[in-house]
């Protein structure tokens, strides 16, 4: 049961940050909405065993972080999601370039060189299909959110877009990014699922929280920030 404590403390910690960072500013939300993308791909090959299922620990911040700008859209509205989405993306560029530049030092101790450099050699076909699965899976969320015709979706409305939004994700991963890699990807794709919705079900009762706090801000103040697509 450790495992699935730790798991459920982490879900807590990564939402909590960003409510926390929400009730500061946008560029708050921005700064740990970008700092949740990063670690997500960082550790995107740390396995661990959750519930009988084999997963990674990155799952977390990837639903956390598409929960994050669901509430941009909810408070700022569809343009400044969009950017929020371009601007995390560009962190996590910055993130790759910055490792890599950092990696090319000849270091005095290289036991710790060759840890930092094993850490953060993701493959560039598992980089390219993260990035891509990202920015896909960002978009169908925003599309399915506005299916509900109000800025403001419902809790359920929010939880049927980032469940639509992390299966594109899910597939779009797995496809480009595992494909031949593994013997048997629908099961990869079922057993991720899985968790994904895990997560979402234990992020409910905050999604039901924010929705409340979301609409009485937005009655009280209509254009909190104005940001052009």
């Known amino acids: 049961m450790y495992n699935e404590l730790l798991f459920a403390a982490h879900i807590i910690v990564a939402s909590a940050s960003v409510l926390w960072a929400l009730r500061y500013s946008y560029g708050a ?59 995390t993306f560009g962190f996590l560029l910055l993130f790759v370039f910055f490792v890599q530049l950092h990696c090319a030092y000849s270091g005095l101790d290289p036991i710790l060189s060759v840890s930092i450099a094993q850490m953060c050699s993701a493959t560039f076909r ?3 299909a993260s990035l ?20 403001h979706a419902s809790p359920i409305g929010q939880i049927v877009a980032i469940a639509g939004g992390q299966v594109v994700d ?43 706090y979301a609409v009485c801000r937005h009655e009280r103040q209509p254009n909190t920030l104005k940001v052009h697509a």
Request: aromatic share 12%; glycine share 6%; hydrophobic share 60%.
């Open 170 to 212: 899910t597939v779009t991963f797995a496809s480009l990014g595992l494909y031949g890699l593994v013997a048997d990807l629908s099961s990869v794709i079922l057993f991720c699922l899985i968790i994904k919705a895990i997560i979402l079900v234990m992020l409910s009762p905050i999604l039901a929280l924010t929705y409340r």
């Open 29 to 87: 939300l921005i700064a740990v909405l970008s700092l949740q993308l990063i670690l997500a791909n960082l550790f995107v090959t740390k396995q661990i065993m959750v519930f009988g299922i084999e997963t990674t620990c990155s799952e977390v911040f990837v639903v956390s972080g598409m929960y994050g700008i669901s509430l941009i859209r909810s408070y700022y509205g569809d343009a400044a999601a969009r950017k929020a989405i371009w601007i």
């Open 126 to 128: 598992l980089f390219f």
């Open 132 to 151: 891509a699965a990202y920015l896909v899976s960002e978009r169908a969320h925003l599309a399915l959110t506005r299916l509900w015709g109000t800025r």
